[in-house]
């Protein structure tokens, strides 16, 4: 961190900056140029940083504190060299070599609509399979799921087709419910910064899902993984799902860079929800193999036996055939790229 | 709602439309243009237009769905046709005629800074004291709030000057609490999506004041008071206070225009929150005359004794000084503009 | 388009609106609903709904006007039903079935660096060199470009190695001389909706590469197209170089779903510039991966063969070993897709 | 400029940033902490850091580079202790003391309706006259503006009322004729790079009006004032008209917060634009009070005798009695908000 100091700034002003650090438990290496005076902080815990970072830009004398240092303890590769891989068991598992394909509907919505959507989806390929029982919905008057039965229904379907399962987790009140059925929990965008949430989850031992919230920056992300990991729940994947912008055409804006950006800063998986991030089904398809070929370690993806049918979200959601098309399409490129492998990580670090 | 039809769409593709909107309860009023048919949807609760929509959205005939009417219910003028004034007793009203001023520190720290804080904002004419004592921070390791000792402390605070409090509340685990303490619940930024908790305290007898989310529009910021109002408790408060943006150079980007825009739509009271939206104190108290002239029924302000020693945001409160100088420029304007209230209505309608 | 008239507006209001579309050319079909009254606006030239449209919304009685049918004409797929393929020569085309790549540095800087560059990048595959002469930087006391003497040194480069030529125009001034010298011309983000500028090149005779505009919408961009198409130019080709968010870690976002949304809606070939739309060389790979995935025509890459001497835009150009692994990355995703194109019609049309 | 080297560096990394730094003409001062080294860059002309930032991103060692000082010069506090005052003749300025209001219609549409304006604005208290003779429209189907024509109407209300006339250059090509017509030229916002154009602007002798682009950063539009300053004219006025932002419900979002913040850093006068911030006349009444309430130098406003009969901008236009209403608002909020002048003064110093 760095404190850059007015111009015309005394060395009674210098002094009061320095003590300010110290008193705060970390060195201060002053640097005046011919312009400016500039001091250094270094040393202490990077978690008091974020205070002394607001005490400085008080005083009168400083004109801007510029921080250098990541504010990331526990998903930085700081802490751990190896990628982190959840293993769900039978073989399933996110974050290895394979990209790892979560499909289903968008709410649960029948014992039929479950069982089809799930044989469909593991006839595919998928490994995992999606369905919302606990809805947010902007407005209150829209569809809310169906709630424990919906969590039913997903057990149902994955005793007949032996597919993982991941739903939606609301509020705290619902952990021990969405916990018995639930594979692995899901933490929709909107709670992202819902703290109480992400400390209670922390406190888990069950594999957690956590969407990026609809404006959040990379750093907020990850330090919402912060906050579960920080409680003991080191089981964390994150999930890109598009961000909002001006753009009036879709939903959201898929910001599919940010999954090797995080993963150069995280040893976290990181998967790409093309449907919530376009919110078309003509978008899903070609923005999910963008998905595959930028890297993603997952793609979660929403799938409708009847998208006309569906109560929530028919319009993003693919019908069988193109899910298929899809599966085989994602395949591919996989392979296409195994390839490069070993090749791209000589060339990144010569 | 409006469904358009595909160039080329055939009549029985109309009547598959048509028979959709009738089996929703709907009546259709198909219109066939030279170039594009169109289907007017009429009738039935506007809280299933949602379904409908998203329906109809899926279907291969149809180009696109456009909603006509708005989906606001309770908040909306068409079902309150007064303004809604929240009374907190001793004279103290949010919505009525005069601008209500909240102020106090961004979080409770000691007995001596709330007191000393109290009185300042006490004499310069604010009406309610805002302090944090549970503080949804970015960062796990930043300071979290003092808790209940907080509350105590502004229950000590408005024991001695008479202030109302408002103060945050960030889970359902802590209501009682609060509400034990508070004048009036604050629902953050990062929380006008946790539905769970817009439910629970919906159900309460006690004004709520709901902030805009960081990057929500307009829509989706009623939508999240109807979510409170729906459960029957109808003292909502809207505070904007800044949405993110591209830009670089303040913390949030104040969006003034969206209080007189709210308040065309809505009969609740909207205030501003020019701390946060700006981040920055030599930017709050311009932007504070602003909102004034703006038309906000109200300003939330982060006043602090010494902000230097602030445990958090520090560098977005004002000093005594500058507060008591804002408050008389605020009145200033009050006065300058309260007498132009009848020659506002009279154009509006002519 | 469709005019939504205020609740309690009266038969002589609807009169009113109703004589208005008539006086302009259209033909009304005014609806009466329960609660609200709508009129259809039907016939007469799309660019003249425009100006109705602000007209309609002027008057007391209207609610709001919304648009259904498209503002496009030359651009769309209903005034031409093939792909634009841009024939430079040689074999050489843009939109055809080959990803067509673009590469060589930001800024022309000498003779050495543009034919190193151009030997590596033709000999990796490239079709299309790149190279600024003319550069457009935000602060004035930046690198300008080396203006004709880098054309030269770009026609030089050329003629030994057999490349297309592209680079920026930035002014009317400079037309001739950049036509001069250039297969294609680019005209940069900034200079989207410099009119003038776009309809002097519709007149020419040449292929222009249209970047989208920093925060343009996909109607901006391509109404930017119709500028120039309008005037007789239909070589057009887009590129999507990332939109601006709140993002902070990358130069631009990405926004790889608008390529798709683009062939939809236009015949017009759309490439992907990740040297731009990211800004950081680590990421360049992987979204020019993604950009091939997801669909699009061409990719324009920035590489340098030693980047930390660049004269502009070092950060995001790629050294040559990495531009030879994505060149061969690119042609492993392209003949792994290749074999689904039949498949992805069939089942689009179903 | 401080460069942070990479964890893990060696002492021969370094040397190497050490040597680049230098060999550009500035000096290094490097500093090794515990975890990271940081290498201080002091010295040299401003302008050549750019150049020196984009190097040293490339280098292997290097993590990041973090600017400390600001990129301007001409528009800085720096350059000029005194604020600039356009004096216009006639005793009509731009960032004196009094707020200046320019109003007008968006397009200059026929003799009559410029007298009819120019009357109204004139009795009402507006000391400039507003119109567009060349129109950037988002499509080129659109009306383009009267051109030459539509000048001599804007001389001709200038004559009759004594108005100073502003209106908008969009290229090179009209320069001349432009500047024969008006008192101060208008760049748009679609225009602020247009660095031609720029500089074109900057070699005249003529007060020159840049509006903010769509999506830019302070810093940008600063610098773009630097390009017309840096040729020669420093007669430049900044207009806030707006950012783009997710917002749906107005055509920008108006950032009010510009205004103070760019005041803090340049000394030229800045103004605000509510009718093209907001797109909607029920809204320009109220921003315009906030933006003579947030210290604008400046409002420019659209008025329309016939707002439903404009051939442009009708919805964003105020009438004329909304306008007289408009007008007495700011006078009254001018008058209040005059006598805390020197307590602001005063405050902000000690």
Redesign the interface.
């Known amino acids: 961190m760095?404190a850059?100091l007015k111009?015309g700034s005394t060395k009674a002003d210098e002094q009061k900056v320095i003590e300010?650090i110290e008193a705060e438990g970390f060195s201060a290496?002053p640097?005046t140029?011919?312009?400016?005076t500039?001091v250094?902080v270094?040393?202490a815990a990077?978690?008091?940083k974020?205070?002394l970072k607001?005490?400085l830009?008080?005083?009168s004398a400083v004109e801007?504190v510029?921080v250098?240092?990541d504010?990331y303890?526990l998903t930085s590769w700081?802490f751990k060299q190896e990628k982190t891989i959840i293993d769900l068991g039978d073989g399933v598992k996110v974050g290895g070599a394979e990209l790892t394909v979560m499909a289903g509907p968008c709410s649960v919505e029948s014992e039929e609509q479950m069982l089809e959507t799930a044989r469909i989806v593991k006839d595919a390929g998928a490994k995992i399979l999606r369905g919302g029982a606990f809805k947010?919905?902007?407005?209150?008057?829209?569809?809310q799921g169906l709630g424990e039965e919906g969590l039913k229904l997903l057990a149902m379907a994955r005793e007949e087709t032996g597919l993982k399962v991941i739903t939606e987790l609301?509020?705290?009140?619902h952990i021990d419910v969405v916990c018995k059925y639930a594979d692995i929990i899901q933490i929709g965008a909107?709670?992202m910064?819902?703290?109480?949430?992400l400390k209670e989850i922390g406190k888990l031992n069950k594999p957690v899902m956590l969407k990026r919230?609809?404006?959040a920056?990379?750093?907020?992300w990850l330090?919402a993984a912060?906050?579960v990991m920080?409680e003991g729940n080191h089981q964390v994947i994150l999930c890109e799902r598009g961000?909002?912008?001006?753009?009036?055409?879709?939903r959201n804006?898929?910001?599919?860079?940010?999954?090797?950006?995080v993963q150069?800063i995280s040893h976290l998986p990181v998967i790409a929800d093309p449907s919530h991030?376009?919110g078309r089904w003509?978008?899903v398809?070609?923005?999910a193999?963008?998905?595959?070929?930028?890297?993603a370690d997952g793609i979660m993806v929403e799938v409708h036996p009847h998208?006309?049918?569906?109560?929530?979200?028919?319009?993003q959601?693919l019908k069988p055939?193109?899910f298929r098309?899809l599966m085989?399409?994602l395949n591919?490129?996989m392979?296409?790229?195994n390839?490069?492998k070993s090749?791209?990580k000589k060339?990144?670090y010569?």
């Open positions: 760095i850059v111009r300010l290496h640097d140029g011919a312009e400016t500039i250094g270094v040393g990077p978690d008091k974020v205070n607001e005490k830009q008080v005083m801007k510029v250098i240092s504010p303890k700081n947010p919905r902007t407005s209150p008057y829209s569809f609301m509020d705290i009140e909107r709670n910064q819902n703290y109480a949430l919230g609809m404006a920056t990379i750093k907020e330090l912060e906050y920080n961000v909002r912008t001006f753009g009036e055409e879709t804006t898929m910001d599919l860079s940010s999954i090797p950006l150069k991030g376009t003509e978008l398809t070609p923005v193999r963008a998905a595959a070929a930028v890297g998208p006309e049918n569906a109560l929530s979200d028919g319009p959601s055939a193109n098309l085989d399409e591919a490129i392979t296409s790229l390839s490069f090749r791209e060339i990144a010569e």
